[in-house]
């Protein structure tokens, strides 16, 4: 069962979450729209939010290589008191958004996003667990989750209890703002792989742009030390992160601890270098990313153990 772990979706109208301006008008949200033919204008909210969504519905029916794919819900920014903060929360996606989708579409699984600081952080997860969540989704640079703070071992002991895995965002991000800089290591996720907590690094601790600290070592390391410390490949086929294969490929060990996502819709660039100008281009000719995407990494030569791995650490088979 082939499952991509990591899929997006963008919610614009109050209901359903937040998309700022800010993050709507910037270069990589305005590019990623005009590529995927949206074309948004002010006042034109829960159309653009619609088309978006009939877009991933359409996408992943036409994709026969995806049996499902975990699309993921995103929490608000919380202060370190628990209050939500709105100054701070420029991209969020509710859960009951993301469980209505599930609902709306057999192969889409429902990826919940909780942030620990929460007051009622442990009351959402169970939640979230009893509404059919297949994992729970954060990205700390985003919404200042620090991973080793003491405040999420009673979300960690919860996670634990029910066999829920955490796919952290590890190494850089570019698409929305940095809120704490100081969180992008894999190894901050210890004290939940001690806690029990199944772990998936999204990304495997890859750069997002020249010039910072790369954590694939990290990554690498971790994976190879703890039994249910994984990585997935979302975004690998971007040019800043796909230097990360030569570390896949050139480690059994941690080439068994990495698992299939997208992270759709971030556009998938072949790393021309690794398969050649011709494969590049071929490659550029598809329209469907999450399609291509698969194609990449088929091209390069994950196993077939890689394309059912998801399954089995989302337990779905």
């Known amino acids: 069962m082939n499952i991509d772990c990591h899929v997006h979706i963008c919610a614009l ?10 993050i709507h008008n910037s270069l990589p949200f305005r590019f990623m729209q005009s590529r995927l ?19 991933l519905f359409d996408l992943l029916t036409a994709t026969a290589e995806l049996d499902a794919a ?10 370190p008191d628990g209050e939500f903060n709105t100054a701070d929360t420029h991209f969020y996606v509710k859960n009951d958004f993301v469980i209505d989708l599930a609902k709306r579409h057999p192969k889409i699984l429902f990826g919940a996003s909780v942030h620990p600081y929460r007051k009622d952080a442990v009351q959402e997860l ?44 590890t190494g850089g991000e570019k698409t929305l703002p940095n ?19 199944t772990i998936i690094a999204a990304h495997c601790g890859t750069r997002s742009a020249l010039g910072e600290t ?3 070592d990290v990554f ?22 796909s230097h990360a294969y030569q570390t896949l490929f050139e480690d059994n060990e941690v080439m068994k601890k990495v698992i299939h996502g997208s992270d759709w819709p971030i556009i998938p660039i072949p790393p021309a270098t690794r398969l050649g100008l011709n494969a590049t281009a071929e490659f ?26 998801a399954a089995k650490v989302l337990r779905r088979v």
């Open 126 to 169: 169970e939640r979230c667990v009893a509404a059919g969540a297949v994992l729970l989704k954060w990205l700390p640079l985003t919404q200042n989750i620090n991973p080793a703070d003491p405040r999420c071992i009673p979300f960690y002991e919860c996670l634990a209890h029910h066999g829920l895995p955490l796919l952290s965002h």
């Open 214 to 216: 790369d954590y694939v």
């Open 13 to 22: 109208t109050a209901p359903h979450g937040v998309l700022t301006p800010r």
């Open 220 to 241: 690498a390391r971790m994976a190879r030390d703890h039994e249910h410390f994984y990585g997935d490949t979302s975004a690998l086929n971007l040019p800043t992160r």
């Open 284 to 309: 550029l000719q598809e329209t469907n990313w999450l399609r291509r995407d698969i194609q990449i990494k088929q091209r390069l030569g994950f196993d077939e153990d890689y394309w059912n791995r």
């Open 37 to 55: 033919g949206i074309h948004h204008k002010a006042g034109d909210e829960a159309e653009t939010e619609a088309a978006i969504t009939k877009l």
């Open 70 to 79: 975990a699309v993921l819900a995103f929490d608000a920014v919380y202060t």
């Open 179 to 197: 809120i704490n800089a100081e969180v992008a290591s894999p190894a901050l996720l210890d004290e939940a792989v001690k806690r029990g907590v």
